[in-house]
């Protein structure tokens, strides 16, 4: 094959997920914000099965964000025992599955059984191949790339890089996600149109997809319309149409 062009695969490799509108989805049935937040856990775990049996690589769930903590503090402490009480009830299974567990996000913040619940997943599921799911929890986009200049200017610091050194390939070796390909697709359910500090530098050519279903709502049949939405775009990467053949 010519070597201009570029294969795009009707399955993406890695999908990232926003898992918005839990709040709206209790209030709209007179109950608190919380409420929404115990039924979108079990929408979570519906999506991870789903995506798995998909074919998908990488799922990356938005679960807290670096902002998340400006939120009343009895939803902040609901949010985190529930995170704590997911992770203890399905690690197991999601081991059983084949399903590697991996948290991405500042982790010190959370409390040191949290920390512990999350470092015994990460553990017990790190060989797993079948799909690796990612847990964006304390993350931030802005954070994540900071981060990475950090311990870049700590290389330069020591003596062993120099600044012309870096690129692209650097900086990516030091995000989050290093050695995961980019997202395929992006996710949000909710409505919202915005990416609100999630992936900021792996997105650059991630297709989107919006949904007004709110997290809650999102059924299997809606997650399967997010799959033939991305199986119809041309992704072009800078090229033109000609230049791109789609494989199945
Ligand atoms: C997403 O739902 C869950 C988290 C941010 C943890 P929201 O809690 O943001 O729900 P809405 O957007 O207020 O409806
Ligand atoms: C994004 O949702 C974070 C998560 C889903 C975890 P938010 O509800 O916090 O986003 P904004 O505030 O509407 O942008
Ligand atoms: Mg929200």
């Not at 197991?92 to 920390?115: D, K, M």
């Not at 954070?143 to 600044?163: C, H, P, Q, V, Y």
């Not at 609100?196 to 991630?206: D, G, I, R, V």
């Not at 992704?235 to 494989?247: C, I």
């Amino acid at each position: 094959m010519d070597s201009s062009v570029t294969e795009v695969k009707a399955t993406p490799q890695h999908v990232c997920i926003i898992m918005d509108g839990n709040g709206r989805w209790a209030k709209k049935r007179f109950m608190p914000r919380t409420f929404g937040h115990r039924k979108g856990v079990s929408i979570t775990r519906n999506s991870i099965e789903f995506f798995a049996r998909a074919g998908v690589r990488y799922l990356t769930l938005f679960a807290f964000s670096s902002e998340n903590w400006n939120r009343p503090k009895e939803e902040v402490s609901t949010l985190m025992e529930l995170f704590f009480r997911s992770l203890k009830d399905n690690s197991a299974e999601l081991h059983s599955q084949n399903i590697r567990i991996r948290f991405i996000g500042e982790r010190a913040a959370f409390s040191q059984t949290l920390q512990k619940q999350i470092a015994e997943a990460e553990a017990l599921t790190f060989n797993n191949k079948a799909m690796t799911l990612n847990i964006a929890a304390n993350y931030g986009g802005q954070w994540d790339i900071l981060n990475a200049i950090k311990k870049i200017g700590a290389r330069i610091e020591r003596g062993e890089i120099s600044s012309d050194s870096i690129g692209q390939r650097m900086l990516e070796s030091e995000l989050s996600l290093a050695e995961t390909p980019d997202p395929d697709l992006f996710i949000r359910t909710g409505g919202e149109h915005r990416v609100s500090n999630f992936l900021l530098w792996q997105l650059a050519y991630t297709e989107f997809y919006f949904t007004d279903v709110l997290w809650p709502d999102f059924s299997t049949e809606e997650m399967q319309k997010s799959l033939n939405d991305y199986a119809k775009r041309q992704r072009r990467y800078g090229k033109t149409s000609d230049q791109v053949v789609e494989v199945k």
